[in-house]
């Protein structure tokens, strides 16, 4: 695909907001790296302000930066941004789509504007919609869609060309968990496709169900690159969760526990009735410390598992919560 | 859903010429679409002129005098052309700050096609818009008595005047729509479109006026169209025989020029700042 063989290369990348007219400098990316392999989801992780965004329009060639050096699908983005235009898909943190015409109006729009000429545009219209479960909407106005049809139809916008490499900025926040699914189901076609997508969100499980690598974000830097499962270890995978009912109950309780314990510890924690651990067979985990409970006849308040959060990783990673502050 | 062919679609191969004038008219036909999908817009965009005719025309026009003599209405008429183009830039600035905050905007300039397009298409839509305004106008101004007296290639000179205005507008538009942060916000350039049309001659002459209000009145762009308008329709003009109202036809070229120098530029500057 280039000279680096990776369809997204960013290398130290800088990319500074104010330090005008006496308004402090903020650097959203400070050195950020990224090495996205062709055909694959990679994953963008970083909590809210943490340069997501920043990064995608860097690479979308819709920003320019300080310091670094940037190339998608082989070409440098600084000295070829046309051609890399010719290259990639967008789908912003909101929904880039035409909100007064119809889906269809929208998917032929941006067709002719991707020169496909009057009858491609509509051909590739008519294909996308069908591809994206949209034909019975797509006479439809926008304004008329659901959160997660107006993703699709956003999605469907940037596959027009078929791109090579297609970035996904948070593509299923403020979605409902059929939103969520929807889209999520879109992402896995588009990848069986051969498209390289570079998937940015808030959610540690997203990027687990999707990516195959993931890069976490802080502060404007990547902080950590590994695969999910990787991730996972490194923050200490799925666990569960036992209440006992009564504390004397707990050294029971803790011997159920550890019987599932995954290696790790079994945590006792300080409101005196919780224990965890991690497990590596999440149902089996599960069934296994409730039947062993039952069958000692120790009552529980609660009992159930836990997937680590991004507020996990960040924990493990950097030593501080994702309570960054607030930012767009 | 089945996987999706990687670069099956490429368009036919033309010129770097024909594809910008190919991605202006797409433009065009996106904002003409939005006024076919949305016929009740286009029925208040143009009836809100008649309305202001009639309202201005006869609740005004039995109070008015125009100075020099002749009938208000007929004063009246190229006035309210001229105040239908000027405030066209809102509709301008409204489309560009919905685009930029839906993230439209932002999706066009990640795409392969002729950045300049999305305002150049936009303006050329206005355009469009102001024609049909202006065709309604004068035929409601036609029915209530207005004549054009001066001819038909005067009175096509007095159209054409009027669309150079509304032309160079549109990069005043294009320009605070890129400027403002919401199209609520947008809105609050009426506060300052409403005195700019009414401190011009449009309504009133300037001489009636207190004198540096008059002063500003004759001195604004607006004016001098309404004038050459008025002087090429072959209606009253009530000049106050400062020099520009005296050189009207020539300033309604030049201010034109002179917004659209300044302005286009700094549309441009403000386009390209996006990627700061
Ligand atoms: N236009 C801008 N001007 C100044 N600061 C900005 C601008 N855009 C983003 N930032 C800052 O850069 C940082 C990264 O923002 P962003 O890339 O939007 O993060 P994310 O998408 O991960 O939430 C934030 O601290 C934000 O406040
Ligand atoms: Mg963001």
Partial sequence: MSASGYAVLAEGVVKRYGGRKGAAEKRALDGFDLAVRPGTVHGLLGPNGAGKTTAVRVLATLLRYDAGRVEVAGLDVAREPRGVRGRIGLTGQYAAVDEVLTGRQNLEMFGRLFHLGRAGARRRAGELLERFDLVEAAGKGVTEYSGGMRRRLDLAASMILAPAVLFLDEPTTGLDPRGRGEVWDAVRALVAGGTTVLLTTQYLDEADRLASHITVIDRGRAIADDSPDGLKDRVGGDRIEVVAAEAADLPAVAKAVGRVAGGGLVVTDDTGRRVHTQVSDRVAALTEVARALQDEGIAVEDIGLRRPSLDDVFLRLTGHGTDLEVAA | MTALELNAHTGPERSRAHWLLADCWNITRRSLTHYQRQPLAIVWQLGFPIVSVLLYGYVFGSAMKVPGGG?????????MFATTMTMGFMSTAMAVVTDAGKGVIDRFRSMPMAPSAVAVGRGAADLVVACAELTILALTALAIGWRAGGG???????????????????????????????????????????????????LVAPSLMPGWLGTAAAWNPVSSTVTA????????????????????????????????????????????????
């Fill in chain 2, 71 to 79: 009938d208000y209405r007929e004063f009246l008429m190229p006035g």
């Fill in chain 2, 152 to 202: 038909p290639l005067e009175a096509a000179g007095a159209f054409g005047l009027l669309l150079l205005l509304r032309f160079s507008l549109i990069w005043v538009g294009v320009w605070l729509g890129l400027m403002v942060p919401t199209p609520e916000s947008a809105g609050g350039l009426y506060a300052v479109a409403f005195p700019v049309t009414m401190i011009s001659s449009a």
């Fill in chain 2, 229 to 276: 308008a008025r002087e090429l329709f072959g209606n009253p003009v009530a000049s106050g025989g400062t020099w520009v109202e005296e050189h009207a036809l020539l300033m309604a070229l030049v201010w034109p020029l002179v917004i659209t120098l300044v302005f286009l530029p700094l549309a441009v500057r403000r386009f390209q700042r996006l990627s700061r």
